[in-house]
């Protein structure tokens, strides 16, 4: 799209939330010259990344009246990519051999991207805008402009009035519960992996796990270090799936999905095989939510479908001024809310122009029809797979900015077969150190790193 003929203008923008995504939302406004107020409920940045081991009073996470805990983090989480690849274009996810606290592995764990997410934040200054403690009840579009409710800790509520709002409240903390046949009578104990911590509590029990994907691979292996049995429910697998999966545990299946949960506490499979289970872990993925957003009716969320919504960021009928960073469920999360971040900073400095609010629908309604077309269902239109680098650099091509590196396209796409071939050992076993290389001579091409690249590579990490 060809830069829009208009001045520049500085606007003064509320961004909601200070995770990944409203930290490099905040740094991309301030150096497009807007003015920025970060609302942030924890005490400090970093979002999902802040592990806490209290999890919410209602396991399953369906109580209203609920307090709620933000971040789905377990204990023993790491990342489920090659760091390199993780971080923000200009500020590398490198390991930290300086510090003896930091985990300098390949796929670190949790608190080493919290550790990170601190660094960039430091790096620049981008606290300074955040307000801590200070939730967002209330966020509507008043006479053009935006009115956003904020509550502190003290129950102190204030209206503010912003030129725009960029919603970046993270989509992994309301949990998305399976719904199975018979389950209201089934005597055991459910939770969500939103609520699920450490293994312990399952120490001796036979457990379901439903969902084999990035988190029910991962849960399941750390609950069977402790439990009699585990028996992964797979909605990917064939009907007829009973199968152990390699690795060293040897009480471990994999089956199709549930049928039904019965009263007597037996579980029935599609594939036929029945067991009696204490307990059903759901890795049932998450709902988008935005319980402060009022837009006169404009927008809703139908089978976890935000609509509508330009490329996953404008509605368009409130844009530029409402946008959302970090929707789409990719790979490269980072690096999306980068690129969408700086469009969205250069749209409201009227740099770029977005099309008409017609061509904008009639974009979305071809999206929804392409996916009605293909059979895919609703819940899944926020979900790129592999189309996500093609996503990504349709909108760095729109705001010119550069495109995503080659070596991280495909150390996703590499990473991701490891993590589905080899989901107990990939990440410390890889094949890919030719992409590795490649990063860290990038890195270095860049003068983002004052190492030379061998000091990188030629660890063991
Ligand atoms: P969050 O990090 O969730 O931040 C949202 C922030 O908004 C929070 O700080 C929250 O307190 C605040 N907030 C919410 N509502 C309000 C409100 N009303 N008022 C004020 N503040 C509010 N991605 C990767 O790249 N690599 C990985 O290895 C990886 N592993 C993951 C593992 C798990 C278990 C999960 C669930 C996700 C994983 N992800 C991973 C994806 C991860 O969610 C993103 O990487 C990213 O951290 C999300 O950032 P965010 O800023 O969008 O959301």
Known sequence: MAPAQNPISSQHVAVIGAGAAGLVTARELRREGHTVVVFEREKQVGGLWIYSPKAESDPLSLDPTRSIVHSSVYESLRTNLPRECMGFTDFPFVPRFDDESRDSR??????????????????????????????????????????????????????????????????????????????????????????YRVPDPFESEVVVVIG?????????????????????????????????PPGPRNNLWVHSEIDTANEDGSIVFKNGKVIHA???????????????????????????????????VFPPALAPTLSFVGLPAMGIQFVMFEIQSKWVAAVLSGRFTLPSQD????????????????????????????????????????????????????EIVRGYQRLVSHPETYRDEWDDDDLKEEAYRDFATKKLISFHPSYFLESSI
Not at 120 to 148: C, D, H, I, Q, S
Not at 212 to 235: C, L, P, Q, T
Not at 391 to 410: F, G, S
Request: aromatic share 12%; hydrophobic share 35%.
């Open 106 to 195: 390949r796929y670190p764990s949790h608190m080493e991207v919290l550790a990170y997410l601190q660094d960039f934040a430091r790096e620049f200054n981008l606290e300074e805008m955040v307000r801590f403690e200070t939730e967002v009840v209330r966020v509507e579009p008043v006479k053009g402009k935006w009115k956003v409710r904020s509550k502190t800790s003290g129950d102190i509520s204030e209206d503010e009035i912003f030129d725009a709002v960029v919603v970046c409240n993270g989509h992994y903390t309301e949990p998305n519960i399976a719904h199975i046949p018979g389950i209201k009578l089934w005597p055991g104990k459910q939770i969500h992996s939103h609520n």
């Open 212 to 244: 084999n994907f990035a988190s029910g691979a991962d849960i399941s292996r750390d609950i069977a270090k402790v439990a009699k049995e585990v028996h992964i429910a797979s909605r990917a697998s064939e009907r007829d799936t009973y199968v152990k």
């Open 359 to 410: 061509k904008m629908m009639e974009d979305i309604t071809t999206t929804y029809a392409t996916l009605d077309a293909l059979g895919i269902p609703k819940r899944y239109t926020h979900k790129l797979g592999k189309v996500q680098c093609e996503y990504l650099n349709w909108i760095a091509e729109e705001c010119d900015c550069p495109l995503v590196e080659h070596w991280r396209n495909q």
């Open 278 to 312: 204490d307990s059903i872990v759901y890795c049932t993925g998450y709902k988008y939510y935005f319980p402060f957003l009022d837009t006169n009716g404009y927008m809703s969320i139908d089978e976890n479908r935000v609509e509508h919504l330009y490329k996953h």
